[in-house]
């Protein structure tokens, strides 16, 4: 027997529940129901930002926000003119959840722990009488334009549902883009995104732990980014190395993460400006061993390497330096080539490239250009950002906006 539900949303995650609150707070009289093809709901929150679910990011302004999205930038203003972060906290504030700022503008829960979230969204879809139905696998989808009637019929492994709209907010699921396709949707091809860069080297091999702030860039690419960098046991991580991660993310998939980087572990300042400051520093402390003491604003045993790595021991002074010396220890500084081979799973948060062809979604409602009643809320769709609570941004605000357009 078919179960019937004015909506149907598939994916019981961040987009999901927050698409099925705010439907019902706005009317109270559908019957909504989350299926989820887990045992458990919201499992990503849970382990979102190393457990502490890094909400949204402190960016209030729409046309700054979307700058963090590689893949959504231009799609993405509208939404943003509609929720943006500043409504993320009203609307935690309003559940009963605290939100605070960190240094680096990420936004947290103040109890830092995601099952706050999660204890949130359970006990608005409990109150509003939100079905959540788990162990719900979503296996087939019917439209209502083929069968005649106005109605969608979706399949699970084990029960048949109706519904006069339709909600995915399923994630990065191959399996539903497959059965999307048949449907005549375009999928971007799906390739990983936030990842860290594995490499071997002997300049940072005794290294890991140091952070400096870098500029680095993908040789024979336009791929550069400016930030903190963090040597770890595989190779290089950080804000730096994250965000060329997600603005490379295809390009890098296509290199099959074998390529070279270039690091000037002095930002904007190039391998001339560097041999200049080296010269001035050799008369200044010529009587002085070079790596004794960082000259610069990064940590001692990074420069102790750079000079080693320069072909200078570690009794060498300034004054003796020659000029090929020199002239090493400036491109060590400014333009470092380290090879990656590789990449790695950053644990507080990764996200798939890729998904439903933006170019197919009405950004003022969220539905699909394709098929009426079916709307798209979430990472299922090809929009996603570096890191610092914007992929949650994402969920929340085109869930905001599917449930307004309902
Ligand atoms: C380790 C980790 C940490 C992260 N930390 C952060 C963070 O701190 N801040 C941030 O902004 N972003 C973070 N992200 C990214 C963020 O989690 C995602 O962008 C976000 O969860 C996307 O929400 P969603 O609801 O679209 O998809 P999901 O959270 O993936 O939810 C989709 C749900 O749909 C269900 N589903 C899939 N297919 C079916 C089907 N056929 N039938 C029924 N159910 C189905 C899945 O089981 C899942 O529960 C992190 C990601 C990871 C992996």
Known sequence: ???????????????????????????PKLKVAILERGAEVLQKVRISG???????????????????????????????????????????????????IEDDGRMFPVSNSSQTIIDCFLQATQKLGIKVLTG?????????????ENIWKIETQTENYVAEKLILATGS????W???????????????????????????????GVAALATVKVKDTKLESTGPLLITHWGMSGPAVLKLSAWGARILHDKNYQ??????????????????KLKELKQEHAKKAVSKKSPFDFPNRLWESLVHASGIDSETKWADLSKMQLQNLSNQLTNGSF?????????????????????????????SKLHANLYFAGEIVNIDAITGGFNFQNAWTSGFIVANAI
Not at 53 to 75: D, I, M, Q, S, W
Not at 259 to 276: G, P
């Open 1 to 27: 027997m078919n179960q019937d539900f004015d909506i149907i949303i598939v994916g019981g995650g961040a987009a999901g529940f927050f698409t099925a609150i705010n439907i019902v707070e706005k009317n």
């Open 50 to 100: 190393g457990g502490r679910c890094n909400v949204t990011h402190a960016c209030f302004e729409p046309n700054e926000l979307v700058k963090f999205y590689p893949r959504g930038e231009k799609e993405l203003r509208g939404p943003f003119h509609q929720f943006c972060s500043g409504d993320t906290i009203d609307w935690f504030e309003k559940h009963g959840v605290e939100l605070k």
């Open 136 to 148: 719900q696998s979503v296996q087939s989808i019917f439209n209502p334009e083929i069968s005649g």
């Open 173 to 176: 699921n191959p399996k539903v």
């Open 178 to 208: 497959e059965m999307l396709q048949t449907y005549g949707h375009a999928i971007v091809n799906p390739v990983p995104s936030l990842f860290t860069f594995n490499i071997k080297d002997p300049r940072i091999k005794e290294l890991p």
């Open 259 to 276: 390529f070279t980087i270039s690091v000037n572990w002095l930002n904007d300042v190039d391998a001339d400006e560097a041999e200049k």
């Open 339 to 367: 090879q990656v081979n590789g990449k790695s799973t950053f644990k507080e948060e990764f996200v798939t490239a890729g998904g439903i062809d933006l170019k197919e979604i009405n950004f003022k409602t969220m539905e």
